[in-house]
T-cell receptor, first 110, second 116 residues
Framework: GQSLEQPSEVTAVEGAIVQINCTYQTSGFYGLSWYQQHDGGAPTFLSYNGLDGLEETGRFSSFLSRSDSYGYLLLQELQMKDSASYFC???????????FGTGTRLTVIP | DTGVSQNPRHKITKRGQNVTFRCDPISEHNRLYWYRQTLGQGPEFLTY????????KSRLLSDRFSAERPKGSFSTLEIQRTEQGDSAMYLC??????????????FGQGTRLTVV
């Protein structure tokens, strides 16, 4: 089995930086992905970490530490449209299956 | 290609009835996933196909649930003898392709099932 833990809710101010943490326990770990989901919408891919370290994509960055079974998503220059739920997801070896955490609801306030 | 397509978008059914959902993945993707999502929760894994082979099925899934991907293209998810607890959004996703690892899954808009 696998388990992923994220904070359930985070609130941040427009223009600020926010970090959403994810810790995981799983067998056959291959990598960690992050997805964004707006209310009523489908999850959309944000980033993937297969190796330790930081991956940067525009305002979003994601970090992975395999030894600590830990990752985070960093959102910079927050905009109101970033208000959404953010999910970390474990990619597993072999079948390359994808298992999601329970998600973090981010609210950006003016 | 317009992405992952799911039909129907909404389904209301009476308890005890059978329902079937369809998912058309992105054409070159060989991996297909079904998830169930309830309000405030993350997508819960149901089952996974690589081409036409069903490689993994959640232990949470009762025998009332079955999925197929007969030709390695579209997939169907059937729920027999529906129960009110089956009410949820059913999401399909696909990923992969030639020489591409599973680092990005593309989701459909889902089928919202309401069992009354």
């Amino acid at each position: 089995g696998q388990s992923l833990e994220q904070p359930s809710e985070v609130t941040a101010v427009e223009g600020a930086i926010v970090q959403i943490n994810c810790t995981y326990q799983t067998s056959g770990f291959y990598g960690l992905s992050w997805y964004q989901q707006h209310d009523g919408g489908a999850p959309t891919f944000l980033s993937y970490n297969g190796l330790d370290g930081l991956e940067e994509t525009g305002r979003f960055s994601s970090f992975l530490s395999r030894s600590d079974s830990y990752g985070y998503l960093l959102l910079q220059e927050l905009q109101m449209k970033d208000s959404a739920s953010y999910f970390c997801a474990v990619v597993k070896t072999g079948a390359n299956n994808l298992f999601f955490g329970t998600g973090t609801r981010l609210t950006v306030i003016p | 290609d317009t992405g992952v397509s799911q039909n129907p978008r909404h389904k209301i059914t009476k308890r005890g009835q059978n329902v079937t959902f369809r998912c058309d993945p992105i054409s070159e993707h060989n991996r297909l996933y079904w998830y169930r999502q309830t309000l405030g929760q993350g997508p819960e894994f149901l089952t996974y196909f690589q081409n036409e082979a069903q490689l993994e099925k959640s232990r949470l899934l009762s025998d009332r649930f079955s999925a197929e991907r007969p030709k390695g293209s579209f997939s169907t998810l059937e729920i027999q003898r529906t129960e009110q607890g089956d009410s949820a959004m059913y999401l399909c996703a696909s990923s992969g392709g030639r020489g591409k690892m599973n680092t990005e899954a593309f989701f459909g808009q889902g089928t919202r099932l309401t069992v009354v």
